[in-house]
């Protein structure tokens, strides 16, 4: 007579804890490549593959949520083209301008900075909000990708590199870089416990994306009280002309705004969840 031994599944803390090694591994070797070749990190080349790796993943995550859902095929690729191509636009226009010194401070000049920062917002999230489009795609979507995308933001970690280096001042740069490596380390945990148990990780979801915008809120904020400009209150040295200069202008110019959208993507889906699991629990 054999008996058959089975190992027991991993626990979820275990499978979560080893997803947030691998992130900090992953971020230590972001940060020790910066700090290591700084001019490299001047020239754009870390910066231009992290945003095309970020877009890729944005772009095939959104055509694998559409394929979920129950749209045919041609308005499937209608919707895709409808979010990428002003995504894209959007993208390359914040680039040239940032290449072109557009987001540089000067004397007397209305701050462009904010402008990039505010109004794709303004334009972008409500409709984010209210479209029955989205909330289709919403719906379809597994909660823990649009957690596990943001990743990405240990990249942030960029501003203390910055610090260490003498070429930003830490009244900005620690929080701000603090911050975003943060929230990116917990993303891919939180998103872990999500997809093992929706229903029951749903506020843990909610709050790192809480800690997410409050992150983004507080850079920003500090960001245009210590840049020289109309709105500078606070005087630090190094001053925080970098980040008007490219290619690190590209993180609040277009990282900042898009991460906040896909956090409202996010607590979006996460209510949808709740209603949804209402409503089948009545049925």
């Known amino acids: 007579m054999s008996t058959t031994l089975t190992r027991p599944a991993p626990a979820p803390r275990t499978g979560a804890m080893l997803l947030f090694i691998l992130a900090v591994i992953a971020a230590a070797c972001w940060l020790g490549i910066n700090f290591t070749f700084p001019e490299l990190r001047k020239t754009g080349i870390p910066s231009t593959a992290t945003r095309l790796l970020i877009d890729a993943a944005i772009f095939a995550g ?115 870089g603090t911050g975003d490596v943060l929230v990116g380390l917990l993303a891919l945990p939180t998103a872990y416990l999500l997809y093992l148990a929706p229903r029951e990780n749903r506020q843990r979801a909610i709050a790192w994306n809480i800690l997410g915008i409050l992150d983004l809120v507080t850079a920003i904020t500090i960001g245009f009280l210590s840049s020289p400009g109309p709105l500078q209150l606070i005087v630090q040295n190094p001053p925080s002309t970098l980040l008007g200069t490219y290619p690190t202008v590209l993180i609040p110019a277009f990282a900042v705004p898009l991460s906040l959208m896909l956090h409202a993507l996010s607590l979006r889906q996460l209510a949808r969840l709740q209603r949804n699991q209402a409503l089948h629990g009545q049925a």
């Not at 795609?137 to 910055?162: K, S």
Request: proline share 7%; glycine share 8%.
């Open 62 to 176: 959104l055509w694998l949520g559409l394929a979920r859902t129950q749209l045919n095929q041609s308005a499937r690729i209608a919707t895709w083209l409808a979010i990428v191509i002003p995504l894209v636009i959007w993208q390359i226009v914040v680039w040239w301008i940032a290449i072109e010194g557009g987001f540089r401070a000067r004397l007397g000049a209305v701050p462009a900075l904010p402008i990039a920062i505010i109004l794709p917002l303004l334009i972008v999230l409500p409709v984010l909000l209210r479209s029955r489009r989205i909330a289709t795609i919403l719906d379809a979507t597994p909660p823990h990708w649009l957690v596990g995308l943001q990743v990405y933001r240990i990249f942030g970690g960029i501003f203390l590199v910055a610090w260490a280096q003498s070429e930003l001042g830490g009244v900005f740069a620690l929080p701000a």
